[in-house]
C-alpha cells in the first residue's frame, strides 16, 4: 500500500520535503499532504519547523526563499510509538 510506502521511505531518507515525496511518489502535492497526515495523527512521523534548530535547511537566509513544496519537510518522529508483536500461542 501506498501509505506504508510511504512511512518506509521516511524511515530510509530519514527525512523529506513535501516535493520530493510527490515527486516520488508520482502523486500531487496536496493528496500526498493528505496522507502524511495518517501518518501525523498516529505520531509516526512529523513536521519540521523550519525556523527549528533541528531542520537541515537551516542555512537559508530566510523561509521565503524556498517553494512552499519545499517549506513542509517531514520526519519518523522521535517518539515513534512502538508496536506490540502478536505471538503465535501453542496449541
Given at each position: 500500500?501506498?501509505?506504508?510506502?510511504?512511512?518506509?521511505?521516511?524511515?530510509?531518507?530519514?527525512?523529506?520535503?513535501?516535493?520530493?515525496?510527490?515527486?516520488?511518489?508520482?502523486?500531487?502535492?496536496?493528496?500526498?499532504?493528505?496522507?502524511?497526515?495518517?501518518?501525523?495523527?498516529?505520531?509516526?512521523?512529523e513536521q519540521i519547523n523550519l525556523n527549528d534548530e533541528s531542520?537541515?535547511?537551516?542555512?537559508?537566509?530566510d523561509c521565503f526563499s524556498c517553494p512552499p513544496g519545499v517549506?513542509?519537510?517531514?520526519?519518523?518522529?522521535?517518539?515513534?510509538?512502538?508496536?506490540?508483536?502478536?505471538?503465535?500461542?501453542?496449541?
Open positions: 500500500m501506498l501509505i506504508t510506502a510511504i512511512r518506509d521511505y521516511l524511515i530510509s531518507k530519514g527525512q523529506a520535503n513535501l516535493q520530493d515525496l510527490a515527486r516520488h511518489f508520482q502523486v500531487q502535492e496536496s493528496a500526498m499532504e493528505q496522507m502524511l497526515t495518517f501518518w501525523l495523527q498516529k505520531g509516526t512521523i531542520c537541515s535547511t537551516a542555512n537559508c537566509s517549506k513542509k519537510i517531514y520526519r519518523i518522529a522521535a517518539k515513534m510509538p512502538k508496536t506490540i508483536p502478536i505471538q503465535l500461542l501453542p496449541s
